[in-house]
């Protein structure tokens, strides 16, 4: 017999796969483990029962997050739905409008931000801005391209083959312009074209070969022309379908009809798209040619513009940016996801992007060895937590990645690169997370609830979900307000004390004593396995073992239960003197609780321990000490 001390320190490798359980040589099997539910990572390794969700407000219909930054001060949440975009401001609905986008079309709604315009785009829509105005209202409408002389520089493009010609039937006022094939489409009036360099307005569609225009400007003659081309967005051809500024210049990458196609505007002039004589300040448009498909995704402005299409990744070159300078050149080989829109984000100098194949969490990093870019897969031994992800941000407070999972789950990963941490953790709710984003430094969550669709945040002072938080000045029993909650079971922490569960009956709940200070909302479980001792270290090289002794190092932790061999069990505290006294919140502890256990195991690939709680109280692991005993 043997006796073995085996310290975990940390969980720095977060949850890690059921496939390195014979993989004790790696770093990943010391410090992480099989199972990390509800769970939030520090970046110092210790693990903490996550926050709770406040619950915010009721939406519509299911929809889309995103987060809108005026200033340091003033931030916004807008929260697009089908037909409508609500705004709130610290939580509080500010105003609804109208939206071109239905509910089908939103997952695929990109967007950017310029000061006070964000800028929304999706193929088959004609882009929009949605406006904080000086007086504090909101208003959207359509981009609105530079314009001189009723001419308008948006961009052109000759969709028809080379050979195709135009022949007009006169130079100016009301005319015809005849094509060689079929090119028109009723969906052409109202848009516009250049032949030989001069405007026209389509006023009505006569044939596939036939549509009357009025002249912008004076044409340079009646004979068929190959030089012409039409606008580039336009309800017969799509609209752009992702958005950035890069630059000083306003970026459009791909559009429905035109999808590997990249469009620089003026430098400084966001909505000029001239490409006049290609002077250093003038427009640049060129298209993603190579030997696969790249439909742009993505268009993202870091160290470089980074591409990303259905195919592969690139980067855009240039300092500065001008006709002369600019290059294209392929980084790397993943490709991104192509049946919507999850905006790439910022981490540390590295651009975190969803793969093509949804189970892939790509870090595409510039390396100044190297000088190219790199696409590190960070999910590598998390793969089954990154499955099938539809919406993602990062909250720099925090240092959590969130991953909004196409089942409702909530993914995160703790990461640091510095210290070379990338913990992935998983979370589970009573409903189906829809969306996600960050907003300054508070974390907002779209939730399906049995159909009523929340808007919750998290709150570190709240261990429950969608719950709610209420004080008055003279104790009572009936707390109301929780409509959101009808029919519901939810847990009542009243006073610091753990109250029965009840049903949310009328919106309200009556508590078996009076509080002053109640937190409602639904209950959630935290559940931390570790993985089974290493063959390694030799725990794991015997026939059977025995965990003789644990001593969990936690910090302001109010209870713990775990199962240390005989099943879960509430770990008392009174070896701390901390003996929680009767009608009074139980106290927040801090350092080493010490837990005997009995009885061999003969399956070395199970953890000797773990824990499990619902309790909404407080609870932080800092680090495990074990001794064991192995029978050789």
């Given at each position: 017999m043997v006796k073995i001390k085996d310290i975990k320190t940390n969980f720095t490798a977060g949850e890690v796969s059921r496939q390195l359980l014979g993989r004790g040589d790696l770093r990943a099997y010391v410090n992480g483990a099989l199972e990390l539910r509800n769970i939030f990572i520090f970046p110092t390794g210790g693990v903490t029962r996550r926050a709770g969700l406040h619950y915010v407000d009721t939406v519509a219909d299911n929809g889309r997050l995103i987060s809108f930054e005026f200033n340091t001060q003033q931030t916004y949440l807008i929260v697009l739905t089908d037909g409508q975009i609500d705004i709130y401001y610290d939580g509080v609905l500010q105003t609804t409008l109208s939206a071109p986008w239905i509910a089908s079309q939103?997952?695929?709604?990109?967007?950017?931000?310029?000061?006070?315009?964000?800028?929304?785009?999706?193929?088959?829509?004609?882009?929009?801005?949605?406006?904080?105005?000086?007086?504090?209202?909101?208003?959207?409408?359509?981009?609105?391209?530079?314009?001189?002389?009723?001419?308008?520089?948006?961009?052109?493009?000759?969709?028809?083959?080379s050979d195709v010609v135009l022949t007009p039937s006169g130079v100016s006022g009301a005319i015809t312009l005849t094509s060689s094939s079929d090119v028109f489409d009723p969906l052409h009036a109202g848009t516009r074209l250049r032949v030989g360099g001069k405007e026209v307005e389509i006023t009505s569609y006569n044939s596939p070969t036939v549509v009357s225009v009025n002249t912008v400007e004076d044409l340079l003659g009646t004979e068929a022309t190959i030089d012409w081309a039409e606008q580039a967005f336009s309800p017969a051809r799509g609209y752009p379908a992702s958005v950035a500024f890069h630059q000083d210049r306003l970026v459009i990458g791909g559009s429905r009809d035109l999808p590997n196609r990249l469009w620089f505007s003026k430098s400084g002039d966001l909505f000029n798209f001239d490409l006049g004589e290609g002077l250093d300040d003038e427009s640049i448009e060129f298209a993603i040619l190579s030997d696969q498909v790249n439909a742009i995704r993505g268009v993202f402005s870091g160290r470089h513009l980074q591409v990303f299409t259905s195919g592969a990744e690139?980067?855009?070159?240039?300092?500065?940016?001008?006709?002369?300078?600019?290059?294209?050149?392929?980084?790397?080989?993943?490709?991104?996801?192509?049946?919507?829109?999850?905006?790439?984000?910022?981490?540390?100098?590295a651009t975190l992007f969803i793969a093509r194949n949804k189970q892939e969490i790509r870090e595409?990093?510039?390396?100044?060895?190297?000088?190219?870019?790199?696409?590190?897969?960070?999910?590598?031994?998390?793969?089954?937590?990154?499955?099938?992800?539809?919406?993602?941000?990062?909250?720099?407070?925090?240092?959590?990645?969130?991953?909004?999972?196409?089942?409702?789950?909530?993914?995160?990963?703790?990461?640091?690169?510095?210290?070379?941490?990338?913990?992935?953790?998983?979370?589970?709710?009573?409903?189906?997370?829809?969306?996600?984003?960050?907003?300054?430094?508070?974390?907002?969550?779209?939730?399906?609830?049995?159909?009523?669709?929340?808007?919750?945040?998290?709150?570190d002072e709240l261990y429950l979900d969608s719950a709610?938080?209420?004080?008055?000045?003279?104790?009572?029993?009936?707390?109301?307000?929780?409509?959101?909650?009808?029919?519901?079971?939810?847990?009542?922490?009243?006073?610091?004390?753990?109250?029965?569960?009840?049903?949310?009956?009328?919106?309200?709940?009556?508590?078996?004593?009076?509080?002053?200070?109640?937190?409602?909302?639904?209950?959630f479980t935290h559940r931390i396995e570790p993985l089974p001792p290493s063959a390694?270290?030799?725990?794991?090289?015997?026939?059977?073992?025995?965990?003789?002794?644990?001593?969990?190092?936690?910090?302001?932790?109010?209870?713990?239960?775990?199962?240390?061999?005989?099943?879960?069990?509430?770990?008392?505290?009174k070896q701390f003197g901390e003996d929680p006294i009767l009608g009074s919140p139980p106290p927040l502890v801090s350092g080493d609780i010490r837990v005997r256990a009995f009885g061999w195991s003969n399956d070395l690939t199970k953890p000797l321990w773990s824990i499990e709680q619902d309790l909404p109280l407080p609870f932080t692991l800092l680090s495990v000490n074990m001794e064991l005993s192995v029978n050789n």
């Open positions: 939103i997952s695929e709604v990109a967007w950017t931000q310029s000061a006070d315009t964000l800028l929304l785009v999706h193929p088959n829509v004609s882009p929009k801005t949605l406006n904080r105005n000086a007086n504090g209202s909101w208003s959207i409408g359509d981009w609105t391209f530079f314009t001189d002389n009723n001419i308008q520089y948006h961009p052109y493009y000759k969709y028809a083959v690139w980067m855009v070159t240039g300092d500065p940016l001008t006709p002369q300078t600019v290059q294209l050149r392929r980084q790397t080989r993943i490709g991104s996801v192509i049946d919507r829109f999850i905006p790439p984000v910022d981490i540390d100098g595409f990093l510039y390396t100044d060895i190297e000088q190219a870019y790199q696409a590190t897969d960070l999910a590598l031994l998390s793969r089954h937590i990154v499955r099938d992800p539809i919406d993602q941000d990062f909250d720099q407070k925090r240092r959590l990645l969130f991953i909004v999972r196409e089942d409702g789950k909530l993914a995160t990963l703790t990461v640091y690169r510095a210290e070379q941490v990338a913990a992935w953790t998983l979370h589970e709710t009573d409903g189906a997370v829809k969306s996600v984003s960050v907003v300054g430094d508070q974390v907002y969550l779209l939730i399906d609830r049995g159909g009523n669709y929340t808007i919750e945040l998290f709150d709610l938080k209420g004080e008055n000045g003279v104790a009572t029993d009936t707390w109301s307000g929780l409509a959101h909650l009808e029919r519901k079971t939810v847990q009542i922490v009243a006073d610091g004390i753990v109250q029965p569960n009840q049903v949310v009956v009328s919106g309200a709940v009556t508590l078996a004593q009076v509080a002053s200070r109640v937190r409602i909302g639904l209950p390694i270290d030799g725990a794991g090289t015997g026939r059977s073992a025995r965990l003789v002794e644990v001593r969990f190092r936690v910090e302001n932790t109010s209870a713990i239960r775990a199962d240390v061999g005989r099943g879960l069990r509430d770990i008392s505290l």
